[in-house]
C-alpha cells in the first residue's frame, strides 16, 4: 500500500526483496564448520546448522544436489560447502542454500597438496631434465607396494602373460595409513642401495585423496627425485594424480598400465626370435654347402699336388739341413776351443797372485806406521790432559777448604752468603769445611 508520503512493504514483500539482495550481493562462495541439528526427511532434503566457536548459520541442500556428494553428513562433522546466500521467505530466516559437499579434511588434503606442488616445481623436480629413459630389456624388475592389494596382483599377471622370463624383486610396503609414506621411503632407498633392478613400479590401487596421501609427501618426493633407478608409477585410476606422479620418469593411468610401461611384449619378440631363428637355419644352410663344395675343390687339389712326393722333397732337404747344421756345430766348437786355451795362456802369464802378495805387504806397513801414529797421538793427549789436572786442582775450592777456609750457603744450598746483609736472626745457615757441613743458627 503506497501513499504521498510514504512506501510500506508488507513482509512477504520484504522479504522477497531482501532475498533478492542477497542472491545478487554474494557470489557462489565456500563456508567451512561444523554440521550441526541434522535432519533429512522424507523429502530427501538435507536441513541442518553449520557452525564455529561463536556463531552459525542454517542451510539447506535440496535432493537434486545432495545426491551427487560423497559425504554422508552428520552432527559434528567438519565440513566445506558451497553454495549461494538467501533467505527462507517463509519464516524469514538468513541461510545458506548448499550446492556441493565435501570433507574439509579432504579439502585439508587437497590444500597442502597443491602447496606441496608449486613448491616442488619451483625447485625444478618436475623438470623433464631429471627423466630417466626406462630400459627396454630390462634384467630385472622391482615393485614397490602391498603385498597383499590387488594392484600387486595386477602387474604381476600382466607381467607374467608379457615376459614371463623377467625376474621381478618386491619391495614390500604400506601404501595407505600413517606409516606408509617412510615404508615407501625406505623401499626405495633400499632398491637403490642394492642396485638389482634396472627399473621400479610403484604402485597402489584407486581411493580418496586420503587413501592417496602417503604418496603426497615431501620425504617421499625426495627419495623419489634422488633415485637412480628410472621409476614408473601406476598409482590409483587414471583420474588420480600425486605427486609421486609429477616426478617419477613416467607416470601410468593404472598399475596394469605401468606394468606394460616397464616390460617388453614377449608375444612380438618370440614371433622375431622364430623369424631370425628361419633367417640362421637358412644361412647355415648355404654355409655348410659353401664349405663343403670348397673342401671337395681342395680335396681334388690335394690329390693333385700329390703330398707324399712333396713330403718326400722336405724330409730329404730336412736330412742335407740337418748335416750342414753338425758341420757348422763342429766348426764353431773347435774356434771356441782355440779361443779358450789363448785366454788361459794368458791369465797364467798375468797371474793375480804376485800382485796380491805385493799388496798385502804395503798393507802390513801402513798398519804398523799407524799404529805408531796413533800412540804418539794418545801420549801426546795424555800428557795435555795431565797438566790441566794440575790447573784445575790448583783452583780447587776444596783446596781452599783444605787451607781452613769455609763456605757458608742458605739452609737450601742454592746461594753462596758472601755478606751479613744476606741473613737475618733465626736463619739456618750451611757451613762447609773441608771433611763435611756445619748446620747452624744465626743468633
Known sequence: MQNTNRTILNVSELNAEVSLLLKQGFPLLWVEGEISNFSCPTSGHFYFSLKDAS????CAMFRSRNRQIDVKPKNGLHVLVRGRIGLYETRGEFQ?????????GAGLLQKQFEMLKAKLRDKGWFDTLFKKELPAFPQQIGIISSPTGAALRDILNVLKRRCPQIPLLIYPAAVQGTKAAIELETAIRQANLDKSCDVLIIARGGGSIEDLAAFNDENL?????????PL??????????TI?????DQRAPTPSAAAELVSPDSTPLRNNLQILEQKMHRALQITLKQKNEKFVWLSKRLQQQKPSYQLQQQSQRLDE????????MRLLLSNKSTALESRSKQLQANAPRRFIETK???LVQIRRRLQQAIEAKIYHKKSILALQLVKLDAMSPLKTLQRGY?????????????????VKRGDKVNIKVKDGEIISKVI
Open 55 to 58: 556463531a552459525q548459520i542454517r
Open 96 to 104: 545458506l542454500i548448499a550446492e556441493h559437499m565435501e570433507d574439509a
Open 221 to 229: 618426493a625426495r627419495a623419489l627425485h634422488e633415485t637412480d633407478i
Open 232 to 241: 614408473v608409477s601406476g598409482i590409483g585410476h587414471e583420474i588420480d594424480f
Open 244 to 248: 609421486a606422479d609429477f616426478i617419477v
Open 321 to 328: 739341413l740337418q748335416m750342414r747344421l753338425k758341420q757348422q
Open 360 to 362: 798385502q805387504q804395503k
Open 406 to 422: 769455609a763456605i757458608a750457603r742458605d739452609e737450601s744450598k742454592q746461594r753462596v752468603i758472601s755478606s751479613v746483609t744476606q
